[in-house]
């Protein structure tokens, strides 16, 4: 249901995200940064607040589709806006804090050391500027951000039903027979 625009999937079990272009080819694959907090919503009034203000339970990536629009953050710099409202955004991974390991968290081949931030999605600098920005800068986009803690029903209504795995292993073995 992207209606004709380019869209991204982030995957947040697995820290990482896929970019499509507006016809569903895939342009791209990074790894991805994500809240420190797990959770698949925001804290009510959570974009208004003060960043300082932002309790560490507090710092979750929602799951959902969001309809992104290409914007700047209060430093100027140049961010694809998630949810607006709860002040999510995708942008290049700021390494200013040395303790915090931010590239090499993006570097490991595990996503348990992904999470960092306050709930943006950050991104190695060079698949932002090369893949994410030119896609998502000109016109609106959508982003499905998959839950992590809630059935993804739950979050994407209208889904078709997936059977679970053990109903799907008992078809194939009466196929066999």
Same mark, same amino acid.
Request: charged share 20%.
């Given at each position: 249901?992207?209606? =004709? /625009? ?17 016809? =569903?080819?895939? *342009?791209? *694959? +990074? %790894? ?23 309790? %560490?339970?507090? /710092?979750? *990536? ?5 309809? *992104? ?6 430093? =100027? ?16 991974? /700021? ?9 090499? /968290? ?19 600098? +060079? ?12 016109? %609106? ?37």
């Amino acid at each position: 249901d992207a209606q =004709g /625009r380019p869209f991204m999937v982030i995957d947040k079990r697995a820290a990482a995200v896929h970019v499509f272009d507006a016809t =569903g080819r895939l *342009t791209g *694959t +990074s %790894p991805v940064l994500l809240g420190s907090a797990r959770g698949d919503h925001s804290a009510p009034g959570i974009g208004q607040r003060p960043i300082a203000a932002v309790r %560490p339970f507090e /710092r979750t *990536t929602p799951a959902g589709r969001f309809v *992104t629009a290409s914007g700047r953050n209060l430093d =100027g710099e140049p961010v694809v806006w998630i949810d607006y409202e709860a002040a999510v955004s995708m942008h290049r991974v /700021r390494a200013t804090v040395a303790h915090e390991r931010r590239l090499q /968290r993006l570097a490991s081949p595990s996503s348990a050391d992904n999470r960092i931030s306050y709930g943006c999605i950050n991104v190695p600098a +060079s698949f932002y500027e090369s893949v994410v920005w030119p896609a998502f800068s000109r016109a %609106p986009g959508i982003a499905y951000v998959l839950p992590e803690t809630k059935p993804l029903h739950a979050v994407f209504a209208g889904l078709p039903s997936v059977p679970d795995v053990q109903t799907v292993k008992m078809r194939s073995r009466r196929v066999a027979s």
